[in-house]
């Protein structure tokens, strides 16, 4: 499934479980799409979907009906601003949908780059969410400003998910009160403006590091945690290409090392890359390949897509017109070159 900020619609290609997609199905959402989060909203054992759209400031919830196919829609509204003019951008960006309050509901916050806050929707477990709750990241001297990406994770002895908010030149911790309220607690500079951030266990110690991307030479940095919700800086490194955008994180190797796949909007040749980066268990990495992908590349997936037991990447394309391309791996943590297809 796969949102362009083009069109106002998520597109779907269902899987026929060897690695070969279906046809395109169409749901119209909200205006300028921008991420999607995949859970069990109202616990009927069905996927349903919830999307950002950045150019209407709201959530659209689409239930899934068990079969492949999705009901139509619901807006739920994120902030008061009014909606922005055509062609730009609102500020509702990242979206993540988790536990926040260990009920066993799914509920949905959002990183809003115009409000320069967070947007919690406490789901009430049936498919309907309650009115978005605002807490503002406590900005200074330029870090913890235009919220756009985040990330989810447990860090020190939280019971309850709490965030990591990237925007400008530096990641923000909002700590959870263990009920869906988030106040910010620690701000990290990493010295460009940032793309994407992925929370990870990158050195099996039970602690949760971070991992972020952005513009400039060295546009990937790793924060290494220290287990009571700090962290100390660890690898700067490149991310192998030009413009890094979303980050994955697995095991492509078949060991126990996480390793990452990084994904470039642009590269010498003026297509986008993917580009993979093999962990040695202790937070540092190296590049291993790079794999031609498709245009203005954004986002990736990591999943066994053709089942055979080897990890494989899909690769959202944010181009004219949009694709997707899949690149099979292989037992070695290389890939096949990618097939393309078009959404």
């Given at each position: 499934?796969?949102?362009?900020?083009?069109?106002?619609?998520?597109?779907?290609?269902?899987?026929?479980?060897?690695?070969?997609?279906?046809?395109?199905?169409r749901?119209?959402?909200?205006?300028?799409?921008?991420?999607?989060?995949?859970?069990?909203?109202?616990?009927?054992?069905?996927?349903?979907?919830?999307?950002?759209?950045?150019?209407?400031?709201?959530?659209?919830?689409?239930?899934?009906?068990?079969?492949?196919?999705?009901?139509?829609?619901?807006?739920?509204?994120?902030?008061?601003?009014?909606?922005?003019?055509?062609?730009?951008?609102?500020?509702?960006?990242?979206l993540?949908?988790?536990?926040?309050?260990?009920?066993?509901?799914?509920d949905?916050?959002?990183?809003?780059?115009?409000?320069?806050?967070?947007?919690?929707l406490?789901g009430?477990?049936?498919?309907?969410?309650?009115?978005?709750?605002?807490?503002?990241?406590?900005?200074?001297?330029?870090?913890?400003?235009?919220?756009?990406?985040?990330?989810?994770?447990?860090?020190?002895?939280?019971?309850?998910?709490?965030?990591?908010?990237?925007?400008?030149?530096?990641?923000t911790?909002?700590?959870?009160?263990?009920?869906?309220?988030?106040?910010?607690?620690?701000?990290?500079?990493?010295?460009?403006?940032?793309?994407?951030?992925?929370?990870?266990?990158?050195?099996?110690?039970?602690?949760?590091?971070?991992?972020?991307?952005?513009?400039?030479?060295?546009?990937?940095?790793?924060?290494?945690?220290?287990?009571?919700?700090?962290?100390?800086?660890?690898?700067?490194?490149?991310?192998?290409?030009?413009?890094?955008?979303?980050?994955?994180?697995?095991?492509?190797?078949?060991?126990r090392?996480?390793?990452?796949?990084?994904?470039?909007?642009?590269?010498?040749?003026?297509?986008?890359?993917?580009?993979?980066?093999?962990?040695?268990?202790?937070?540092?990495?190296?590049?291993?390949?790079?794999?031609?992908?498709?245009?203005?590349?954004?986002?990736?997936?990591?999943?066994?897509?053709?089942?055979?037991?080897?990890?494989?990447?899909?690769?959202?394309?944010?181009?004219?017109?949009?694709?997707?391309?899949?690149?099979?791996?292989?037992?070695?943590?290389?890939?096949?070159?990618?097939?393309?297809?078009?959404?």
């Amino acid at each position: 499934m796969v949102s362009h900020p083009s069109v106002a619609s998520t597109a779907v290609r269902l899987n026929d479980g060897h690695g070969s997609f279906g046809p395109v199905t169409r749901y119209p959402v909200g205006l300028k799409p921008s991420f999607i989060a995949v859970g069990d909203f109202d616990r009927d054992g069905h996927l349903d979907l919830a999307v950002s759209d950045a150019g209407s400031s709201d959530v659209s919830v689409l239930l899934g009906r068990g079969d492949g196919t999705f009901a139509a829609a619901r807006n739920h509204r994120i902030s008061q601003w009014s909606p922005g003019l055509p062609g730009t951008s609102n500020g509702t960006f990242s979206l993540e949908a988790a536990d926040l309050t260990a009920n066993g509901i799914l509920d949905l916050v959002t990183a809003n780059s115009a409000s320069n806050d967070v947007s919690v929707l406490m789901g009430n477990g049936d498919g309907t969410f309650q009115p978005a709750r605002t807490y503002p990241i406590a900005a200074r001297a330029g870090v913890g400003i235009l919220p756009f990406a985040m990330s989810l994770g447990r860090f020190g002895d939280a019971r309850a998910p709490d965030l990591v908010v990237g925007g400008g030149h530096s990641v923000t911790i909002m700590r959870n009160d263990g009920h869906g309220a988030f106040r910010s607690v620690g701000h990290y500079f990493v010295g460009f403006d940032i793309a994407c951030t992925k929370v990870a266990d990158l050195r099996g110690n039970g602690r949760m590091d971070i991992v972020a991307t952005g513009t400039g030479t060295l546009n990937a940095k790793v924060l290494l945690g220290n287990g009571d919700g700090t962290f100390a800086p660890g690898q700067n490194l490149s991310s192998g290409g030009f413009g890094p955008q979303c980050i994955s994180i697995d095991r492509l190797r078949g060991n126990r090392n996480l390793d990452l796949a990084v994904v470039n909007s642009g590269s010498p040749s003026g297509a986008g890359d993917l580009a993979v980066f093999d962990g040695d268990g202790a937070g540092h990495f190296a590049l291993a390949a790079t794999y031609p992908v498709g245009i203005l590349p954004w986002a990736s997936s990591i999943a066994d897509f053709n089942r055979n037991g080897t990890p494989d990447i899909a690769v959202a394309d944010t181009g004219v017109p949009a694709e997707v391309s899949v690149l099979f791996g292989n037992p070695d943590g290389t890939f096949q070159p990618q097939i393309v297809y078009p959404m």
